[in-house]
């Protein structure tokens, strides 16, 4: 049989089949998801069949979209992890205390519960986290060889020129918030900070900074900066910069992209920003029912973020940063 070809009820006979991209919904443990699937039909009686592959990828995408939705860590980071560590399935299950095959089974794409993925996600995002866990359970791997493997590749990472640099990332795009935006809020600040996250990731494809936000009342909040900046509570911040800060600590794009936030959401008050946020999906998919005034540290996913914005770029023709203008008028008129 050919790539193309299966097998057809309707024609009762092996035919070539096209498949064309649609929107999907699927009950998955009692909840509904849409995603962006595949359907086949047959190229001769125009029906649409079964395809095992076409299956196969709407499936995963089925799970994709549950893992978001659920803020489950993704298979792409999953499998990211023995690599970046050094260390082997059957070894990191073990040092996790898990069953000997734990790991290997959410590689081959079985989904984590809750609580397995938070220690995945944090182990992903924070080799510090590992390391920790490295040493309080070393005892746990049966070859002193692994432990050291793992360690060393471990020690790499958190030595790494990349590491500290991405780390401090964030703190520059505050300064520079700080100094170009007049009277900023801790509360402008905060969504100003996440707006430049979301849209450096929809024109440049990777995000400006590392670190996560939080799906706070007020929307979206990086944790270590609200406790910053927390004493201005209400008023601007009162923080003095000289535009030499920046000369070399942030690129030319980031600059443009930064500028761009700057000028077409800055004019709007925190409060106003803060409801921007509150009708886009990050926030919301990761809020779930929680009651409005409810607490949170429920951190927004990466992937949400990264999502969005690209759907927002593509759905509102932007080819440059300046364009940020139109979906900010757009964000006002729908709020208001």
């Not at 024609?11 to 649609?22: G, I, L, M, S, Y």
């Not at 595949?38 to 029906?47: D, L, P, S, T, V």
Request: hydrophobic share 30%; charged share 30%.
């Amino acid at each position: 049989m050919i790539e193309n070809q299966t097998y057809c009820e309707y024609c009762e006979k092996d035919v070539e089949f096209r498949t064309n991209n649609e929107q999907i919904s699927s009950n998955l443990k009692g909840e509904e998801y849409t995603y962006n699937g595949k359907k086949a039909f047959c190229k001769e009686c125009e029906n649409e069949i079964y395809v095992h592959d076409v299956n196969d990828y709407n499936l995963e995408k089925l799970y994709d979209e549950f893992r978001k939705s659920n803020n489950i860590i993704s298979l792409d980071q999953i499998n990211e992890i023995p690599d970046k560590y050094n260390i082997g399935k059957r070894p990191l299950s073990l040092l996790l205390g898990w069953g000997e095959q734990t790991f290997s089974r959410y590689l081959n794409g079985d989904m984590p519960t809750q609580q397995y993925s938070e220690i995945l996600q944090k182990i992903y995002d924070d080799p510090a986290y590992y390391l920790n866990i490295l040493e309080s359970n070393k005892e746990n791997l049966r070859s002193p060889k692994a432990y050291e493997k793992s360690k060393d590749a471990t020690l790499k990472l958190l030595k790494s020129p990349l590491q500290s640099d991405s780390n401090a990332k964030i703190d520059e795009v505050v300064n520079y918030l700080i100094y170009k935006c007049e009277d900023i809020t801790p509360l402008a600040l905060q969504k100003l900070l996440y707006y430049v996250q979301g849209f450096y990731y929809a024109f440049v494809g990777r995000f400006i900074f590392e670190e996560d936000c939080e799906a706070w009342v007020h929307g979206p909040v990086y944790k270590d900066i609200y406790f910053k900046y927390k004493e201005y509570r209400y008023d601007p911040i009162d923080q003095k910069f000289s535009e030499i800060n920046f000369e070399n600590s942030l690129s030319v794009s980031e600059k443009t992209i930064i500028d761009s936030v700057i000028k077409h959401l800055s004019c709007y008050s925190g409060k106003m920003l803060e409801s921007f946020t509150h009708s886009e999906s990050p926030w919301l998919q990761t809020r779930g029912n929680l009651p409005s005034i409810a607490s949170t540290n429920k951190r927004i996913n990466k992937n949400l973020i990264s999502q969005y914005f690209k759907a927002v770029k593509e759905k509102n023709n932007m080819l440059n940063p300046s364009d940020i203008g139109e979906y900010s008028r757009k964000m006002f008129f729908h709020i208001d």
